[in-house]
């Protein structure tokens, strides 16, 4: 059974930071590319990044230079550092496994707000 757990939301005020985790399993999480998308209030997905089975990492305009996306092969886990968050980036975060983003976990709410 394919599992992808989120962690790591919370509330946070404007500028700051949070880590974002995704524990997967029931794949070769090594061998696939691995996407975070989200989902604001009243609004449809919206993709954030991806990073390749080697690495490569790929981001929208509006996250470049703020967001991380990063792996463990060796954990099959997934991350995503946010920094200098804005009010805008208040959304329910997923990790999802394919490019449609359908299969994907039950999502972490991060709320930005002072």
């Known amino acids: 059974e394919v599992q992808l757990v989120e962690s790591g939301g919370g509330l946070v005020q404007p500028g700051g930071s949070l880590r974002l985790s995704c524990a997967t399993s029931g794949f070769i999480f090594s061998n696939r590319p691995m996407h975070w998308v989200r989902q604001a209030p009243g609004k449809g997905l919206e993709w954030v990044s991806t990073?390749?089975?080697?690495?490569?990492?790929w981001y929208a305009d509006s996250v470049k230079g703020r967001f991380t996306i990063s792996r463990s092969n060796a954990k099959n886990t997934l991350y995503l550092q946010l920094n200098s968050v804005k009010t805008e980036d208040t959304a329910m975060y997923y990790c999802?496994?394919?490019?449609?983003?359908?299969?994907r976990g039950q999502g972490t709410q991060v709320t930005v707000s002072s």
């Open positions: 999802a496994k394919d490019s449609r983003y359908a299969e």
């Open positions: 990073i390749s089975s080697g690495g490569t990492t």
